[in-house]
């Protein structure tokens, strides 16, 4: 992190070489502001994503726990595995990515379907209980939650600042936040 830092300001010239940045959210603009010169151009553009109003999910019939997204260190995929398998819960992964065979190790019970087309991540959704989403990360707009919205599945995120309607903010842990840089 360090390094990157020393090559984007020394060699990259960033972000005095930028003319303008565009932010996804007040969140994101708040993140930027340190970095950005005095009346540097900004431009706000909201993530553009057709939400699908569907049938609402009986999620009191369902006991899946699902994770939706890529299976990689900042997305914190291990966590959902970790709690799923300790408190004996079914857990589906959609999607793929470097941490497959972390999750498999410590969830063997756990289903990873690998990326699937919209049907499919649908009818799974409508499988689950609750759509986690342990992000390490800033998020500024993450897609997979306004998605799961239009079908009013209950959501867990982490350090998601701006979605609270229908979801449950969950800070992370304080073990958690000194590895929250996704590089």
């Not at 390094?3 to 303008?20: E, M, S, T, W, Y």
């Not at 057709?50 to 260190?73: A, C, Q, T, Y």
Request: net charge positive; charged share 25%; glycine share 10%.
């Amino acid at each position: 992190r360090i390094v990157r830092h020393f090559v984007q300001i020394n060699i990259g010239k960033l972000p005095a070489c930028i003319d303008g940045f565009v932010y996804i959210s007040k969140f994101s603009l708040n993140v930027l502001r340190p970095y950005l010169k005095e009346g540097q151009a900004v431009e706000y553009l909201p993530n553009v994503v057709d939400v699908k109003k569907g049938e609402r999910i009986n999620v009191e019939e369902n006991n899946k726990i699902i994770f939706i997204g890529r299976l990689s260190p900042e997305k914190n995929p291990e966590l959902v595995a970790k709690v799923t398998k300790k408190l004996n819960l079914p857990a589906v992964f959609i999607g793929g990515g470097s941490c497959e065979k972390e999750v498999h190790a410590i969830n063997m019970e756990a289903q990873i379907t690998g990326w699937v087309g919209a049907k499919k991540v649908v009818d799974l959704l409508h499988e689950a209980r609750c759509l986690v989403f342990p992000s390490k990360c800033y998020e500024g707009q993450p897609l997979v939650i306004l998605e799961s919205m239009g079908y009013a599945a209950p959501r867990r995120a982490r350090a998601v600042r701006r979605i609270r309607r229908g979801g449950l903010h969950v800070p992370a842990a304080p073990a958690e936040k000194s590895g929250g840089d996704a590089g």
